[in-house]
């Protein structure tokens, strides 16, 4: 074979998964407006969708359906590309928003804004709290594990700073004036897509798009690392600048869609785990394969949490977990030797 | 003619200085061997010379130029580093790992010109590892991947190529290949610096040596002045015999020298 024809091949195989994430995301997310409470036919829904008559069906599709199915869509496609862009940086398949202490501070930083009344004050205190929280999670466990942190460090610092929030959320749950308080905070803890208005997607999709851009940038220099920091140093990349964007990028998209989601764990763990070998392994074309894999996994969950108990619907944040903790737990049973 | 120009290098390492006063030269066409006992901060001055570590004092000049006149993509395009124990994290395609090689000589957004394939796929055959173009590097032999990753290194066609410690680890017959590969490219024009153990390997292929020992360089120059049995005994601390078959030179380490004259007094 020549050197053409491996490339060749090299290409297509990706373009393909590409192609069929696509359908698939797409396919889920006509399942998500037609999966709910009241029964509704595909013609009916697609009416809906492209006309704005003020029926029931109309308002059903609109304002309830369409919402929640962008939003898990673009939650979906933060989560599997965070996931897949702090893998890569990290070399380290274990790596996720989640296991590192985003998830759970963003959802801290929502709880604070909606705590002291800042929420209510002005909207888009909001995502900038979920945004903030997230900073400052990536700041410690940065600090906490140094330059040469390895596998271990990175998740025992990721748990310390997770543990933390989650305490602190805990409290603030502790204190709420009243069980309505509660209740709007329990909502980050196990994090949810219902009841959200299309308020929440003008609130957190710019951010989520913003960081999009940042963290798909970085897909050569995450090209480079394969070979090491000092080897992708020589071959011109600035680790410097590449970290403040993953870290940023991570932050402000991640911190986004969990102000208005709340904590959704594991989709950005498993997401690129499945996916990498797809696309040979290559962590540039793993970044928008993880974005479509994250919509389609996202959306399939919210999907099932809605058909398994329609009456008292499951959350989502705790449907992924109960899927992802014990891949995880496999996961690092498979990575032990390696960690060890 | 290219060439790079240390002078006058020091690096501390928290207290430690493991670089003191040393001043090092590679020019076109030339294979430079640095050698020295463990810890003696050949590593570090590769490093320096590849960028990766700023000196705390003295001056680097890459073309005649100070080596900051380059941006980091430049100096990518004209220098090679190849670590020690080099590595993939990842079980990527020696296809995409080679390519890796290119980064610098590939425009933001732009896909890999016919040129890069066409360089990947040279520096494959130079290296005699075009038969591994579409295996995963995780499935490679130890010497199989060394290749490899030599191939990496010279795919960006750079101007200087450092290695560090290239053929350890490696079978006689492949360590014989790499040093070729190294003289063929420095007969290309590249100037190469390697860093090296073997003493034998390193008379015979190296045009100049720079002995490290102790932060500083102790000699420098032809192979044989530089190997000198006082100076292996006073670096090494060995006494070693010198040999030649067939114009090849030998160096066999005999014993160790006992650290001090004292032991002996008592």
Wanted: aromatic fraction near 4%; charge should be neutral.
């Amino acid at each position: 074979m020549t050197a053409r024809t491996i490339e060749k091949l090299h290409r297509t195989t990706p373009a393909l998964v590409m192609v069929i994430l696509s359908a698939l995301t797409l396919a889920l997310f006509m399942g998500s407006v037609l999966v709910g409470p009241s029964t509704l036919s595909l013609p009916d829904v697609l009416g809906a969708l492209l006309s704005d008559e003020q029926n029931a069906t109309g308002m059903i599709v609109r304002e309830i359906r369409l919402p929640r199915a962008i939003l898990g869509m673009a939650i979906g496609a933060t989560l599997g590309l965070s996931g897949a862009a702090l893998q890569g940086f990290l070399r380290n398949p274990l790596a996720e928003p989640g296991l590192i202490g985003v998830s759970a501070s963003a959802a801290l930083g929502a709880v604070m804004t909606f705590y002291t009344g800042l929420a209510a004050w002005f909207a888009l205190a909001l995502p900038l709290g979920g945004m903030a929280g997230a900073c400052i999670a990536v700041i410690i466990v940065q600090l906490l594990t140094g330059r040469g942190g390895g596998s271990l460090s990175l998740i025992l610092a990721g748990i310390a700073v997770s543990s933390f929030a989650a305490a602190l959320t805990s409290l603030a749950l502790n204190l709420a004036p009243n069980p309505f308080a509660a209740l709007e905070i329990m909502f980050w803890l196990m994090g949810s897509l219902a009841d959200r208005s299309f308020e929440h997607v003008w609130l957190a999709l710019p951010f989520m798009a913003l960081g999009w851009l940042v963290l798909l940038s970085t897909a050569r220099p995450l090209n480079a690392l394969t070979l090491g920091e000092d080897t992708a140093t020589t071959l011109g990349i600035n680790l410097a600048s590449l970290r403040l964007k993953i870290v940023l990028g991570s932050a402000i998209c991640v911190g986004a869609a969990t102000s208005v989601a709340g904590a959704i764990g594991f989709i950005g763990l498993v997401v690129p785990h499945i996916l990498r070998p797809l696309v040979a392994h290559k962590p540039s074309v793993l970044l928008p394969a993880s974005m479509l894999g994250g919509a389609a996994l996202t959306l399939a969950a919210d999907i099932t949490v809605r058909l398994v108990s329609p009456e008292r619907e499951l959350k989502l944040g705790v449907l992924t977990a109960l899927v992802g903790a014990p891949f995880f737990l496999i996961l690092i049973l498979r990575h032990r030797k390696k960690m060890l | 003619m290219i060439n790079l120009v240390a002078k006058n290098v020091s690096v501390s390492l928290g207290n430690t200085l493991v670089l003191s006063g040393v001043n090092f030269e590679v020019n076109t066409n030339e294979v430079v061997g640095l050698i020295g006992p463990n810890g003696a901060g050949k590593t570090t001055l590769l490093r320096v010379l590849a960028g990766l570590l700023k000196p705390s004092t003295g001056t680097l000049h890459l073309a005649g130029r100070p080596e900051n006149d380059f941006d980091r993509r430049a100096r990518a395009r004209m220098i090679a580093y190849l670590p020690q124990d080099g590595e993939s994290h990842w079980p990527v395609s020696v296809q995409t790992l080679v390519m890796l090689g290119r980064l610098a000589h590939i425009g933001p957004m732009r896909a890999p010109s016919k040129a890069d394939h066409t360089a990947v796929f040279q520096a494959l055959e130079t290296c005699d590892a075009d038969q591994f173009i579409d295996r995963p590097v995780n499935e490679l032999s130890g010497g199989e991947r060394a290749r490899v990753l030599l191939a990496r290194a010279i795919a960006s066609a750079p101007q200087v190529l450092l290695a560090d410690e290239p053929v350890s680890g490696l079978d006689p017959a492949h360590q014989l290949d790499v040093m070729n590969t190294l003289c063929e490219l420095s007969e290309q024009g590249t100037a190469t610096v390697v860093v090296m153990h073997d003493l034998s390997l390193a008379a015979r292929f190296c045009h100049r040596l720079v002995l490290l020992f102790d932060g500083r360089a102790e000699a420098s120059g032809p192979p044989d002045l530089v190997l000198s049995n006082e100076n292996l005994a006073r670096c090494y601390g060995i006494n070693a015999r010198h040999g030649r078959v067939d114009d090849v030179p030998y160096i066999i380490p005999l014993n160790r020298i006992s650290s001090g004259t004292e032991d002996e007094s008592i």
